[in-house]
């Protein structure tokens, strides 16, 4: 930069083979630049550095660099050192690169610059290298959209790169770069965090990294991250923060809305009582939400495979669940399924899956993902309304099928009556009013037998105030065969019992004597012509429920033309003068009123078995 010749006793050169360094007294040297320099730096009317730079042939884009760098510190104050390189052409025609580095280190009470500690270095060995690395900081820093600040810690002044300005919205200058500025424009909520971290950084002299909000030109506020790095003095004493700034504004507002989402999402599925999944046949993964570790009952920690799916599946669900993910897989069909799954616990829950495949570009599929929804609550209370619909469905054809009854028997016997009484006023013959007198008396005695099935329906019906006892099934057995003894032994009847299964049942006395009587009396009422009776009576449990069996080979019943009404009210399906319809009717009453429910099994000629479950 200077000739040699130049050098005064202020300039001392230490080392002219590598690195050169000077003090350099700037009131002393310091000359206005001449025509030349003027003309290259816009005329702008800065101190000279040089006395003849000119006669070094200094590049022109190099030395308006160092120019702007010795302006923006020596006289703007706003950088703290100079760091450039500068090029020139030697005097055998090489081109020289060497590394600048120049900083005031001593100023006028009014502020001027009056002395600067100057050194060079030779990089040219060095060159490729650090142009290619300062080439790929570049890079970096514009594909982070970042930009570079400088601190001075004593002044409070913060030099900053363009592109700090520009992610601010400002033009280079047009807002004061100072440490007083940035927490003015630091988001209130930010402040006192960002601070305290700055602060704790510098007792400890490390860098950081922090997100803050900073306000925009425009008044709005946008994420950034800051980051800084503490340089410490000769006393280790932080002199200078040196940091970078890159835009976070839509990253963070992009995962503020994914984090909404994800509320909402879990929020729903929660709602459902609902968890999702996720099927991963490449690497042969299953991952799944914490709601899914809730409908299963395992712990949180636990870490599911696929067959995981077909293990809370019972047995005679799997084949099918199989199929569906078969199809998901091979063929892009969607599933919507129930099962009854068995948690980790054992308890047995009903659930519904539902799966869709992911179809790539290239139309294979990879991945079937879907959710898992907790129905068990849904399920029993639908359970609960079916039952009580089907009960009420049931009361109201036997509340239409008893106003049908009672409208019909006691119209017939009505009608019977008028026919009676208008044939009395016609006659005066003692022996025809005697006989009709009698017709009377037998359709009065059928009204008031009518009546009296009718009231013990409804009573059966309703329960009118009739408690269960413990009762033992063998004696009500015993009692109920002592009252058809005499038809037993006139029929030859063979009577078979098995009730070692269970002795004891909560019944009311006299309906479960009524229904072993009108079981028995029809096995041996409509027993086949010239064959003995033979009768079965049995006792035993299914399903965990108490059951009585009375099977026969009498002559049977078409259940299929006759199935529909053969627990109706005064039907019959044989010629048997004893036939009134009453007994099974009221029976299927009996057992249904407490509960249980009457089924029979029959061919024609082949006999009957009827099953009562308690």
Not at 144 to 160: E, M, S, Y
Not at 205 to 225: L, Q, V
Not at 393 to 418: C, D, P, R
Not at 447 to 466: A, D, F, K, Y
């Amino acid at each position: 930069m200077l000739t040699k010749n130049e050098l005064t006793n202020e300039y001392v050169v230490t080392n002219e083979t590598a690195t050169n360094s000077w003090h350099w007294t700037i009131a002393a040297n310091g000359k206005p630049l001449d025509g030349v320099f003027k003309k290259t730096i816009s005329s702008r009317g800065t101190a000279g550095i040089y006395k003849q730079a000119g006669n070094y042939n200094i590049f022109k884009d190099d030395l308006i660099q160092a120019m702007e760098l010795y302006y923006l510190h020596a006289e703007q104050k706003e950088l703290p050192e100079i760091i450039t390189t500068l090029r020139y052409v030697h005097g055998n025609k090489s081109v020289i690169h060497t590394l600048l580095k120049a900083r005031v280190n001593d100023w006028s009470d009014s502020g001027k610059a009056l002395s600067m500690e100057i050194s060079f270095m030779n990089v040219k060995k060095e060159r490729q290298t650090f142009l290619y690395e300062e080439e790929q900081h570049k890079l970096i820093l514009e594909g982070v959209n970042a930009g570079i600040w400088d601190l001075d810690v004593k002044t409070g002044k913060i030099w900053c790169s363009d592109k700090v300005y520009a992610l601010l919205g400002y033009k280079n200058g047009e807002i004061d770069a100072s440490y007083h500025t940035f927490l003015q424009n630091l988001h209130p909520d930010d402040v006192q965090r960002t601070t305290k971290m700055i602060t704790s950084r510098f007792r400890a002299s490390t860098a950081y990294i922090n997100d803050i909000r900073f306000k925009h030109k425009d008044g709005t506020y946008h994420w950034f991250e800051l980051a800084g790095k503490i340089k410490l003095g000769k006393t280790g004493r932080p002199v200078r923060i040196v940091g970078s700034l890159i835009n976070k504004d839509q990253r963070r507002r992009l995962l503020v809305e994914l984090e909404r989402y994800q509320f909402l999402i879990d929020e729903s599925t929660a709602l459902i009582h609902a968890g999702s999944w996720e099927i991963n046949f490449v690497n042969d993964t299953l991952t799944w939400s914490a709601a899914m570790c809730n409908i299963h009952e395992t712990g949180e920690d636990y870490r599911p495979l696929i067959r995981n799916l077909f293990q809370f599946l019972q047995e005679r669900d799997r084949i099918y669940f199989k199929q569906l993910l078969k199809d998901a897989y091979h063929h892009g069909k969607a599933y919507d399924a129930t099962f009854e799954s068995v948690t980790a616990r054992g308890n047995l829950k009903w659930i519904r899956m539902i799966g869709k495949p992911v179809i790539n570009d290239d139309g294979s599929i990879t991945t079937i993902r879907g959710i898992t929804q907790d129905i068990h609550e849904q399920r029993l209370k639908d359970e609960k309304i079916k039952h009580s619909f089907d009960v009420i469905t049931a009361k109201n054809e036997s509340l239409s099928n008893f106003a049908h009854i009672v409208s019909h028997n006691l119209k017939s016997h009505a009608g019977n009556m008028e026919s009676i009484l208008k044939l009395l006023d016609y006659t005066d013959d003692p022996d025809e009013q005697k006989e009709l007198l009698g017709y009377l008396k037998k359709i009065s005695n059928n009204l008031n037998q009518t009546i009296e099935h009718l009231s013990e329906t409804v009573r059966v019906q309703h329960n009118m105030g009739i408690k269960k006892t413990l009762l033992n099934l063998n004696t009500t057995l015993n009692n109920v065969l002592d009252v058809l003894r005499p038809t037993i032994n006139e029929t030859n009847a063979i009577i078979i019992t098995d009730t070692a299964a269970y002795n004891e049942i909560e019944y009311i006395p006299a309906y479960l004597e009524s229904i072993i009587l009108n079981l028995l009396s029809n096995a041996l009422k409509y027993r086949r012509p010239n064959a003995q009776p033979i009768i079965e009576i049995k006792a035993f449990i299914e399903n965990g429920k108490k059951c009585f069996s009375v099977k026969d080979n009498g002559e049977g019943i078409d259940l299929k033309a006759n199935g529909h009404k053969i627990f109706g009210m005064y039907k019959t399906f044989h010629a048997n003068p004893d036939a009134v319809g009453i007994g099974l009717f009221i029976t299927k009453n009996q057992v249904e009123a407490l509960g249980g429910a009457i089924a029979v099994e029959s061919k024609p000629g082949k006999g009957s078995t009827f099953i009562v479950t308690f």
